[in-house]
């Protein structure tokens, strides 16, 4: 069963901070891997996708990298804003299946 | 873009009764829909994946009996809580897989259901 960690399990960062969110997960035989975000009491919000066979994904300020072999992926978040305040969740994936880390809950101190 | 609407979005029921949770495409046909649960600060647990017109498939440790899952046409998926207890509140979020209008497959999640069982 896919196991998955996520490190640190909060974070608070001064406005304006670069910022990168760590992920590890036990079964590599992934198709794809997740990047979502949680705002409290909320829905997910899918920040990025990356497919099995590619080692990056960009969107806008959201960097996200996969080492598939390795069991990692990255979120490296840039020029950190309020707005990013959330719980960020990494997924990896079997098509269309996911299986959640317990995330990172993140505070952007304005 | 794909929607995915859950309803109702909160719910609270009394100890033994059942409640029953909605998830719909709007603007896709979802062949596959996925249920998940979360407890507070943990993480999103998958309880079961659905396939339209077929019966659901449930992860290890989630009872079929307990947890209703009906997917009865291409656009709506239902999850039934029978017999609540306290310890089924939970937060219960579906998540739709299936083609969208352009043809590319499309996967999104719907914004969750909040339980309370007194």
């Known amino acids: 069963k896919q196991e998955v960690t996520q490190i640190p399990a909060a974070l608070s960062v001064p406005e304006g901070e670069n910022l990168v969110l760590n992920c590890s997960f036990t079964d590599s035989a992934i198709y794809n891997l997740q990047w979502f975000r949680q705002d409290p009491g909320k829905g997910l919000t899918s920040l990025l996708l990356?497919?099995?066979?590619?080692r990056e994904q960009t969107s806008g300020r959201l960097n996200a990298s996969l080492d598939k072999s390795s069991g990692r992926s990255t979120l490296y978040i840039a020029a950190s804003q309020p707005g990013d305040s959330a719980t960020y969740l990494c997924a990896p994936g079997t098509g269309n299946q996911f299986y959640f880390g317990t995330g990172t809950s993140l505070t952007v101190i304005p | 873009g794909a929607v995915v609407s859950q309803h109702p979005s909160w719910v609270i029921c009394k100890s033994g009764t059942s409640v029953k949770i909605e998830c719909r495409s709007l603007d896709f046909q979802a062949t596959t829909m996925f249920w998940y649960r979360q407890f507070p600060k943990q993480s999103l647990m998958l309880m079961a994946t659905s396939n339209e017109g077929s019966k659901a498939t449930y992860e290890q440790g989630v009872e079929k009996d307990k947890f209703l899952i009906n997917h009865a046409s291409l656009t709506l998926s239902t999850l039934t809580v029978t017999s609540a207890h306290p310890e089924d509140s939970s937060f219960y979020i579906c998540?739709?897989?299936?083609?969208?209008?352009?043809?590319?497959?499309?996967?999104?999640f719907g914004a969750g259901s909040r339980l309370t069982v007194l």
């Open positions: 998540s739709a897989s299936g083609r969208g209008l352009t043809g590319a497959n499309v996967l999104t």
């Open positions: 990356i497919q099995s066979s590619q």
